[in-house]
């Protein structure tokens, strides 16, 4: 997960990210789905002139059905096939208040649509190799993008997955992964993000109840390398000032967070061999650079300026999503689901709702399991 949301955030526009769904796509990939809550969560809620300093967990959201479940895949005979699980996804989201003219002051709806990719490959039944990638396109009227209707793409996301071992006397699975972070977005490499790495465990128990039911417990660290501790402009807009003295000014002064740390709980309830309900609480800690001691020159002696002790240096957010998917023609699944990722505090210091608030997005999806399409071609 990354930069999620900024507690003094001003804008209107709330963000469009959604957690994935499915237990084993893990907690997080809600937020490249990290990479992604990651990278999108800040970019929709500070005003991109203001700060272009962009999750996790990008990109759409992917059902237990596609592919089966984790446990499906790994044991008995149903998941022998090396690409099965791998799926591709179409999206529309919006947010909740866009539905609502009076809920602000402002009415400012937010309306998009995207395309997920997730293709994967199993070597034996133990490990997963899994690259994540999305593109979307809001087609009401960005408050950030420099033209209507501009396509964005996430960053690039390469998971090593464990699938884990289910210890005999209790059931319980213990799995884990390592994710690598590629910045490719617009708003990393504005960030001046490298890349990241991002290792999780998940312990998960699963029950006889009804088609399936299974809990799980996910926690992820992430460390990110950044060029500069704070976003960066395209130039510093001083018209005549060509030297190095005018470099300071390409700094957004929003601080970029060099690492996170994540823990929650999910639930995943296969009701019918189609229909599948599935929701995950993700709690988010982010630490950001320190601010140091600086000078400056006014018009005479330089004034050394001493960093305050008391600042801030962290960020706190929550991330919760609740989806139901229904499989279509074995190949095919629908999603319906509400996802909400916020900063814990709203900027009067009073503590948001984390379920449900201005931040809440609303998603319906078309996925396709490719693998299992082709092998059927």
């Not at 490249?32 to 300093?53: K, Y």
């Not at 059931?171 to 910045?183: C, K, S, Y």
Request: charged residues 20%; glycine residues 10%.
């Amino acid at each position: 997960m990354a930069h999620l949301l900024h507690n003094d955030q001003t804008s209107v526009k709330a963000p469009r990210e959604r957690a994935a769904s499915g237990l084993e796509r893990d907690l997080l990939t809600a937020a490249h789905r990290s990479s992604a809550i990651e990278v999108r969560m800040i970019r929709r809620t500070l005003p991109i002139a203001a700060a272009v300093l962009a999750l996790v967990f990008s990109a759409g959201t992917a059902s237990a059905q596609l592919g089966g479940s984790l446990e499906a895949q790994t044991d008995g005979t149903e998941g022998k096939r090396p690409w099965r699980g791998s799926f591709l996804q179409y999206q529309h989201s919006m947010t909740a208040i866009s539905a609502d003219k009076g809920a602000e002051p402002m009415w400012n709806p937010v309306y998009l649509h995207g395309v997920t990719i997730q293709p994967q490959r199993y070597f034996g039944d133990s490990f997963v190799a899994r690259l994540g990638f999305s593109i979307e396109q809001e087609l009401t009227n960005s408050d950030y993008t420099n033209k209507y209707r501009e396509y964005e793409w996430s960053d690039l996301s390469l998971d090593l997955v464990w699938t884990g071992w289910v210890e005999p006397g209790t059931g319980i699975r213990f799995a884990g992964g390592l994710r690598t972070i590629g910045a490719l977005s617009k708003l990393s490499r504005a960030r001046s993000l490298v890349g990241g790495l991002s290792p999780n465990v998940t312990v998960s128990k699963r029950f006889d109840v009804l088609k399936g039911l299974t809990t799980a417990v996910s926690t992820r660290y992430t460390q990110r390398f950044y060029e500069s501790s704070t976003g960066r402009y395209d130039g510093h807009g001083i018209i005549g000032c060509d030297d190095s003295s005018c470099n300071a000014l390409t700094n957004t002064g929003v601080r970029n967070s060099p690492w996170d740390i994540s823990v929650g709980p999910s639930l995943t309830l296969g009701v019918t061999n189609e229909l599948t309900l599935s929701t995950a609480m993700i709690f988010v800690r982010q630490r950001l650079y320190s601010i140091g001691d600086y000078q400056v020159d006014i018009d005479g002696p330089t004034v050394d300026v001493v960093a305050d002790a008391d600042g801030t240096n962290t960020r706190y957010a929550n991330i919760f999503n609740f989806d139901a998917s229904y499989g279509l023609f074995g190949d095919y699944q629908v999603s319906l689901g509400v996802n909400t990722a916020a900063a814990e505090l709203a900027p009067d210091s009073t503590r948001r709702f984390p379920l449900f608030n201005r931040y809440s997005v609303v998603y319906l999806g078309l996925g396709v399991d490719i693998d299992a399409l082709a092998s059927r071609l």
